[in-house]
């Protein structure tokens, strides 16, 4: 059993910077791998990206790529979301997930186990 909990939302103007984290509590963390999705109003849920159990490998979508970095502390049991060159349209509720499985079904939301409550980030123009 996983839970996670992810903070560090808020609003931030355009160009400007955040991160993102997720804590997870129970020793299974180590076993998963960690991805980031988010939800705009109105829209579904986007894959943002994801990491390996071992972070060693990350993966992301072309509209984050460059500008967005993930890592995880797998001492600590948290895994983060570094987000810089903020637009507007990176506005949406951030989630973590936890998934097991090679990195084709990263993007794929319904192979997650887990998902955090989410955490909102508003960018301003």
């Known amino acids: 059993q996983v839970q996670l909990v992810e903070s560090g939302g808020g609003l931030v103007q355009a160009g400007g910077s955040l991160r993102l984290s997720c804590a997870a509590s129970?020793?299974?963390?180590?076993?998963?791998?960690m991805g980031w999705f988010r939800q705009a109003p109105g829209k579904e849920r986007e894959f943002v990206g994801v990491?390996?159990?071992?972070?060693?490998?990350?993966y992301y979508s072309d509209s984050v790529k460059g500008r967005f970095t993930i890592s995880r502390d797998n001492a600590k049991n948290t895994v983060y979301l570094q987000m810089n060159s903020l637009k507007p349209e990176d506005t949406a509720v951030y989630y973590c997930?936890?998934?097991?499985?090679?990195?084709?079904?990263?993007?794929?939301?319904?192979?997650?186990?887990?998902w955090g409550q989410g955490t909102q980030v508003t960018v301003s123009s």
């Open positions: 997930g936890a998934v097991q499985g090679p990195r084709q079904i990263a993007a794929d939301q319904a192979r997650y186990k887990y």
């Open positions: 129970g020793r299974a963390f180590n076993y998963y791998n």
């Open positions: 990491i390996d159990w071992s972070a060693t490998n990350t």
